[in-house]
């Protein structure tokens, strides 16, 4: 028998082994129905399958496929801490602070998702109208497309513009003389949003035409001669490349909003006291502490 059969056969037995353990060989299986005890700890088909649908949605399929394996880690997690109890750290002051700190930090966080998350509500009239009073926020950036020469020196920067101001052709002359790798493109740079290349390089393109050619633009790279072949002005982005992200500034708008409210009505219905001798004797205490 080949290995590729014997795999097979061992699959097979595999999937039906699994079957005869899960579902107790065809009948149907009830949630409270005991799936391991381990110790005097008991699972059930429920529980476990509460487990599963727990996880991260993208997690679930590949649970279910080997969910044998889950059970095994369930089933290692209860052991410890069957173990632990054993030991009594129940009872053991620092953890028992651990988990009021925890308790505290879990029932805080269903309060704010009860109270305020689940509360926020965002429309897609309130993403239209805020999208229309903030335009400004959702323009892209002019862009500029340029050509430019590269050269080393001022002189025979000049000659070129001398050259180009007779007729000779820009992108000739790039791949003539320029010294910049984008040479082999006559001198094509592409298109870029301004901030993106050196000031100097920029100011230098800002006030020409498309279809102009600069004077000599001196960087710390040498010396340019800059053609502007396309100009490109800001443009209003459409409100579906924007929607989520607007949705999701909303919501933290709201969220943010909803919670200061919650806080303050609280601390009004609240006697709070604050006892400023012993804030102030706190530092002080650290201080000495340091020493």
């Keep these: 028998m080949t290995y590729r059969t014997n795999r097979y056969v061992y699959i097979c037995l595999t999937v039906v082994v699994l079957l005869f353990a899960v579902t107790g060989c065809g009948r149907s299986v009830s949630k409270d129905e005991v799936l391991a005890t381990i110790g005097d700890m008991k699972i059930t088909v429920g529980q476990f399958n509460e487990r599963i649908s727990n996880l991260p949605v993208r997690y679930q399929a590949i649970v279910k496929k ?14 410890l801490y069957q173990e ?29 998702k009860d109270e305020v998350d689940d509360a926020i509500a965002v429309s897609e009239e309130n993403v239209r109208d805020f999208y229309v009073k903030n335009s400004d926020k959702y323009m892209t950036p002019e862009i500029m497309r340029v050509s430019h020469i590269l050269v080393l020196s001022e002189d025979e920067a000049d000659m070129i513009v001398e050259e180009l101001a007779s007729g000779a052709k ?44 600069s004077d000599v633009v001196k960087t710390k790279l040498g010396y340019h001669i800059i053609k502007l072949t396309d100009r490109r002005a800001p443009e209003l982005r459409p409100l579906k ?16 909003i909803m919670f200061n409210a919650m806080l303050k009505k609280l601390r009004e219905e609240t006697m709070i006291e604050i006892n400023k001798k012993a804030l102030d004797s706190v530092g002080k205490i650290e201080k000495d502490k340091d020493k």
């Design 66 to 79: 080997r969910k044998e394996e889950f059970l095994q880690e369930v089933i290692s997690d209860l052991l």
């Design 84 to 112: 632990a109890l054993r030991k009594d750290l129940d009872k053991n002051k620092e953890v028992l602070s651990v988990i009021a700190e925890a308790r505290k930090k879990i029932l805080t966080a269903r309060l704010l």
């Design 170 to 213: 820009f992108e000739d002359i790039a791949r003539a003389k320029s010294v910049d790798p984008t040479a082999q493109r006559g001198g094509d740079i592409g298109y870029f949003p301004k901030g993106q290349l050196m000031p100097e390089f920029e100011n230098g393109c800002a006030t020409l035409d498309v279809g102009e050619i």
């Design 241 to 256: 490349q924007v929607r989520d992200k607007i949705k999701v500034s909303l919501r933290t708008a709201k969220r943010r």
